[in-house]
Structure formats: structure tokens, C-alpha cells
């Protein structure tokens, strides 16, 4: 299970990175940090601040915008050692491809689809010794798809933008480089 995290984590970056080259264009990067209000009510429900963290990249010869983006949003029902149904907040792993559909140098706007893959269930046999489960074993973890969207609003190098999932709504700022 931890080598499909690393993966899930290194394709996103080796997608994103592309050909290392002497771009004379500059800005072609964002980097962004999420974070939004969690609804609260709901006993099944977690009411953590969801949150996120994300790259974007525009090739230079091209309008296309790849990039990656791992969130805390949304609920997964954990039921590892000491924790019957509990519910806590779930892991989003996300991939981003779009356009940028305005870019005159100062000002930018870019809009990606959103596609990934969040935790919903994690589960596995008690310990009997305190471990987080049987043998000290990672637990079975089962995954829901996740979509949405993110847009970005830059000037200069100063990014504001909108992510929304089924899952959370955020405000993101971040940099461009």
C-alpha cells in the first residue's frame, strides 16, 4: 500500500515536471494552498478544516496545464484497532489537466478538472498488543473517486483561485514562478 502512495505521489510530479529545459518564458509554474469550511452537524459526518496543497505547470509551447494536488477533505470511515466506524478526515489524491484560457504576461487564468482517487473505508483485524492493527499490519483502505475543479486568477505572481469537489469547497493562493 505505501508503494502505490509513493506512486500515486511521483507519476503526478514526473507528469508535471516534464522536459528540464531553458524556458525563456517565465512564470509557466503555480504552486497553491487551499483551505475551506468545514459543515458541521452531521454525527457521521467529519467536520475538520479540509485543506489542500497543489502544483500546476503550463508547457511553453502549449496552453495545456498539468499538475497535481493532495487534499484533507471529505469523511473516511476508520475502523482500525480502538476506533468502531469513527469517522475522520479522508486523503484525496488528485491529478489536474485544463487550459489556461488568458495569458498576456501580467495577468493569467487557468481552469483544470480535477480526478482522483479519496479514502472512504479503512479496516482491519484487532490487535491484540495496542498496534494500529493485527500483526501491525497497514490496514485495507478502500477508495472513492473524487471531482471537481480548480481555477486560478494570477497577477504578476500572485495567484487566487477556487477548488471545488463533491467533497469541499476552498479558497487557494499560491505563487507563480
Known amino acids: ?89 479522508a486523503t484525496s489524491y488528485n491529478l489536474l489537466i485544463g487550459g489556461s484560457l488568458v495569458d498576456n504576461g501580467r495577468f493569467r487564468t487557468d481552469a483544470a478538472l480535477l480526478v482522483g482517487l479519496r479514502e472512504s473505508f479503512a479496516d482491519c483485524p484487532d490487535s491484540y498488543l495496542g498496534f494500529q492493527c493485527y500483526a501491525d499490519r497497514a490496514p485495507d483502505t478502500e477508495y472513492k473517486g473524487n471531482f471537481g475543479a480548480v481555477l486560478t486568477l494570477s497577477v504578476d505572481r500572485l495567484a487566487l483561485g477556487l477548488r471545488a469537489t463533491g467533497e469541499s469547497t476552498q479558497l487557494v493562493a499560491g505563487l507563480r514562478f
Not at 509554474?29 to 454525527?43: K, L, M, Q, V
Not at 484533507?72 to 476508520?78: A, L
Request: glycine residues 10%; proline residues 4%.
Open 1 to 89: 500500500m505505501k508503494i502505490s502512495r509513493i506512486l500515486c505521489f511521483c507519476l503526478p510530479l514526473a507528469l508535471a515536471a516534464g522536459h528540464v529545459q531553458a524556458q525563456d518564458d517565465l512564470l509557466r509554474n503555480t504552486f497553491y494552498i487551499g483551505a475551506g469550511r468545514a459543515e458541521s452537524g452531521d454525527p457521521l459526518e467529519n467536520d475538520d478544516t479540509p485543506w489542500s496543497i497543489g502544483f500546476l505547470h503550463q508547457r511553453a509551447d502549449s496552453r495545456l496545464v498539468l499538475g497535481f494536488d493532495i487534499g484533507r477533505e471529505g469523511t473516511m470511515i476508520d475502523s482500525t484497532w480502538g476506533l468502531d466506524e469513527r469517522p475522520k478526515q
